[in-house]
């Protein structure tokens, strides 16, 4: 009797741990006010449950889809599920899994005002598991609504898929404290490639499904946002053309005061160390340059490069007012650590920094951007640059 007593006590804590969920993030829909919740769990859950609330008193119920996701040795299951047309302006508290499965702790978000706002957006990327200098100061500030959402342009966990994708496991769940209470938009780098990028592809939930997280647009305040895939060009040119058809219909369909793109390798850097950015002949930017200037884009943010580098308007490897703002943001702090810059200072350079650190930057209206650089290199963090962006 003992002996079954203890067994089924084994059995159980084994089935509660691996069925509770843990990884979870949100990330908007199609919508502002769609919301998608994701997590994941090492066992099969029989639902994918998201409660949510704003009174405590009243739970809205709504269930998902679970996909299995086999990294080397280490098999989970993903839940996604969809919360539509939730009202504005509105915090709301959910918690995810199921009766049977186990509960998540109760996480809340705040959905976005239905006009007149300027939303906020914590801009990085190139954050690992270790080294990852920014995140403490980005899960205070996510949980205290200091921003409205993040935009991590590439590059995760260092990597994703490392140890059996436990890396990818601890990274997800370090991000969590942020993650699970703002949305976090994400586009893919050159650290997801593993296995033709089944972490990036399997782990984020990015209102574009059907093409695997790789790009997709969404519109806030007075922005209109369009993520895309750098590294097709490295790794997949059919998936860039077919990209490049995508992205040449939807910029042409935007319709906001602000156009501002992200994709993870930048098309102008003055670093050292020889990549794509700082060569004559530039891959992205022969392959996009003259289609984002053609299309009005604003601002081109890009990561990669472990620093950080704002350009004036330029076009053609020259400043010009009719071009595009590039920034680069991707000292968020990783293993890898700096990437260092040329001694010479190009003409379109305003500022540049290797400290570690992220952006913020604020939609304020029609006419005005704001970016503000945090350097987290000494404790507290400080405001390094700070610039307002013109139409
Ligand atoms: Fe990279």
Redesign the pocket.
């Known amino acids: 009797m003992l002996f079954t007593i203890v067994l089924f006590s084994l059995l159980h804590t084994a089935i509660a741990l691996d069925s509770q969920p843990n990884q979870v993030h949100i990330s908007y829909g199609f919508a502002p006010n769609d919301i998608y919740v994701t997590w994941n769990t090492y066992a099969q859950t029989k639902t994918s449950t998201v409660q949510y609330t704003t009174d405590f008193l009243n739970y809205h119920t709504v269930t998902g889809t679970q996909a299995k996701f086999i990294q080397g040795t280490n098999t989970q299951f993903v839940s996604r599920v969809l919360l539509s047309a939730l009202n504005f302006s509105t915090r709301y508290f959910y918690r995810v899994g199921d009766d049977l499965g186990g509960w998540s702790n109760m996480f809340y978000f705040k959905t976005v005002p239905y006009s007149n706002f300027s939303p906020k957006f914590a801009v990085f990327?190139?954050m690992g598991l270790t080294n990852a200098r920014s995140l403490p100061y980005l899960q205070r500030m996510a949980q205290d609504n200091e921003f409205d959402a993040v935009l991590h342009v590439?590059?995760f966990g260092y990597d994703l898929h490392d140890q059996n994708g436990e890396i990818g496991d601890q990274f997800m769940n370090g991000i969590e404290p942020a993650a699970a209470h703002m949305p976090y938009m994400t586009a893919v780098?050159?650290?997801e490639s593993y296995h033709n990028y089944s972490n990036y592809k399997n782990r984020f939930t990015m209102p574009a499904v059907a093409n695997d997280n790789f790009y997709y647009n969404f519109t806030l305040g007075d922005a209109c946002f369009i993520a895309y895939s750098t590294e097709f060009y490295f790794t997949d040119i059919k998936a860039a053309l077919v990209q490049f058809v995508w992205l040449n219909q939807t910029l042409q369909q935007q319709k906001c005061p602000w156009i501002i793109t992200y994709g993870?390798?930048p098309m102008y850097c003055s670093n050292s160390e020889h990549d794509d950015c700082s060569k004559v002949f530039s891959f992205i930017r022969m392959a996009l340059e003259q289609l984002f200037y053609d299309n009005h884009v604003d601002i081109a943010i890009a990561?990669?490069?472990h620093s950080f580098e704002i350009t004036t308007r330029m076009f053609n490897n020259k400043t010009d007012p009719t071009g595009m703002y590039h920034i680069v943001s991707?000292s968020a702090g990783c293993k890898e650590r700096h990437d260092p810059f040329k001694h010479k200072v190009p003409p379109w350079s305003v500022f540049r920094s290797i400290d570690y650190g992220f952006g913020m930057m604020e939609i304020k209206n029609a006419t005005h951007v704001h970016w503000r650089q945090y350097s987290v290199d000494h404790y507290p963090k400080k405001v390094i640059y700070e610039q307002w962006l013109t139409k």
């Open positions: 990327g190139d590439g590059d780098g050159n650290h993870h390798r990561a990669h490069e991707g």
